[in-house]
Every structure is written in structure tokens, then in C-alpha cells.
């Protein structure tokens, strides 16, 4: 069993920058994949990035290409997701994922373990 705490959300100005921090609990991570996704409001839960433990491997949805960056502390079994030049779009709430063996790190069927997701803000 895996318990992930998201941490690190808050209240931005566009343009802004946060880092939102996932510590895992209960089995390292060695072997897993993590993933970060958000669920805004009347909206169904989106892919943002995802980082293959082993070779360190990363993956971004289009909308944040080039503006946020995941990695992880293997020593800390912590996954980081550095946020940059923030949109009121990337209002919502945000989810850290873990599982091993992942085929599509995209997909949040792929994921068996979830954090219970921190907020994040950006106003205009």
C-alpha cells in the first residue's frame, strides 16, 4: 500500500510560480511511476506530467510543455512539480498518482494509488 500528501497549493497571480510537493508512504518508490494530474470544476480529471522512477523518464500534456517540470528526490520518495508562468487556466485541483508498471502515463485508470489533491489558484 502507497499513501501519497500532496503539498504546496495555494493562491498565484498569473504569471506566478508554485511547487506542489507529493511524499509517498509505504513502499518505495524505486520501481514506481508517478504522475500529476487536476480536476477543475465541471471538468474531468486532465494528465500534467508523469515521471518514470527508473531512468527518470518524463512526460507532459501539451498545455504545460515548456512551463512545468516534474521530478522526483529518490532519497525523499517525494515527486516535485514546479510550476511556472501560471494561466488562470491551470486553476484546479491537483492530484498526485503512483502505481508500478504503467503502460500510458497519461491515463488515470493506469493509477491505483491517489493523494487526496491541494489547490491550486491563479487569478488574473
Known amino acids: 500500500q502507497v499513501q501519497l500528501v500532496e503539498s504546496g497549493g495555494g493562491l498565484v497571480q498569473a504569471g506566478g510560480s508554485l511547487r506542489l510537493s507529493c511524499a509517498a508512504s509505504g513502499r518505495t518508490l524505486s520501481r514506481y511511476a508517478m504522475g500529476w494530474f487536476r480536476q477543475a470544476p465541471g471538468k474531468e480529471r486532465e494528465f500534467v506530467a508523469a515521471?518514470?522512477?527508473?531512468?527518470?523518464?518524463?512526460y507532459y500534456a501539451d498545455s504545460v510543455e515548456g512551463r512545468f517540470t516534474i521530478s522526483g528526490d529518490y532519497a525523499k520518495n517525494t515527486v516535485y512539480l514546479q510550476m511556472n508562468s501560471l494561466k488562470p487556466e491551470d486553476t484546479a485541483v491537483y492530484y498526485c498518482?503512483?502505481?508500478?508498471?504503467?503502460?500510458?502515463?497519461?491515463?488515470?485508470?493506469?493509477?491505483?494509488?491517489w493523494g487526496q489533491g491541494t489547490q491550486v489558484t491563479v487569478s488574473s
Open positions: 498518482a503512483a502505481d508500478l508498471d504503467i503502460g500510458v502515463p497519461s491515463r488515470p485508470s493506469e493509477y491505483d494509488y
Open positions: 515521471i518514470r522512477w527508473t531512468g527518470g523518464r518524463t
